[in-house]
């Protein structure tokens, strides 16, 4: 089993053993993902309940979510990459129509912070410096413009419209080709 460690923002601390696979706690909670390197940890969790630590990198982390939900982080991106001709900081969905993620910077920077798909404001405080604050109050620090986490953000949206418009697709031609999996024999 997988020690984690969970901070809660108010600062207390204690040692909890919450999960046997860290790659569970990356859900609809979920409003950022970055490296972090103290003993064994190699990742910070910050969702709307607190702050996770894992042994597992960021990467490892979200191949794992995407994993849970048939694909890879590779598959995900190379997806993202071929519909919306990305090549270059692709966002990718997790689980389809709910979980989505834009990465800051490339995800091979230790830099590189994943911001989920929730409502976000953007304040640049010096160059190349801005701070992310989600609609629960909570603040990510980052190392990029204002104008790329903009365009991140605009980016991660338009996939997950165009996922969701592809899925109401497909659902629509198997209804009208006898293909409705809603029916009970």
Known sequence: MGKWYHTFITGLKEDVHLRMCDSF?????VLAVKAFFMGENKSEIITTHGIY???????????KACINYSSTWQGRTDVATVLLDY??????????NKIGVFPT????SPDCVFIF???ISVHE????????TFMAGISVTVKVSKNTILKQYQR???????????HQEKELYDRENGFDDRIVW
């Open 156 to 166: 991660l949206h338009t996939l997950m419209s165009v996922s969701n418009l592809r």
């Open 117 to 119: 798909n929730h409502h």
């Open 25 to 29: 706690l990356i859900n609809r909670t």
């Open 53 to 63: 630590y894992s042994v597992l990198t960021p990467l490892e982390l979200l191949n």
């Open 125 to 132: 405080v010096a160059k190349g410096q801005s701070v992310i």
């Open 87 to 96: 090549s270059k900081k692709p966002p990718f969905i997790i689980e389809p």
């Open 105 to 108: 910077k490339s995800s091979k």
